[in-house]
């Protein structure tokens, strides 16, 4: 099974950022550990929920700051949020019907971790790059 933990390779030198990070990341994790744990219909669509609504909170901060900053990036970015989030809205369609089996459980691993890891690293350090020069800095 894969697993996750925040390391300190991950951070984008903005806290704001990393923090929200480290959230999302913790939220995986209860998700994963539920479906993992088969811990029922009821508890797993609220971590799902969870998930769904900070990884919103989440894309909407930093999608404010690339507007407010003019962040050429943008729309490559935003992209590839809403491509997360549509994947987050089939899990629950397929969660619902088919409940917590060993598919989602992988799904969750394979897509939503790598998902998060390699955007971390990529497209997010980039923007984190970007903020630090525009003089955002570690907040
Ligand atoms: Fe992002």
Redesign the pocket.
Known sequence: MTEIEWNDSYSVGIDLIDEQHKMLILRIKDLSEAVKHARGLEKILKTLDFLIDYTEF??ST?ERHMKKLDYPGLVP?KQ??EEFTFTLDRLVEDFEQDGATEALSNSINTFLINWLVK??ES??KK?GKFLQEKGFGKN
């Open positions: 989440h894309f930093e970015h590839q949020h955007h971390i497209i997010d923007f």
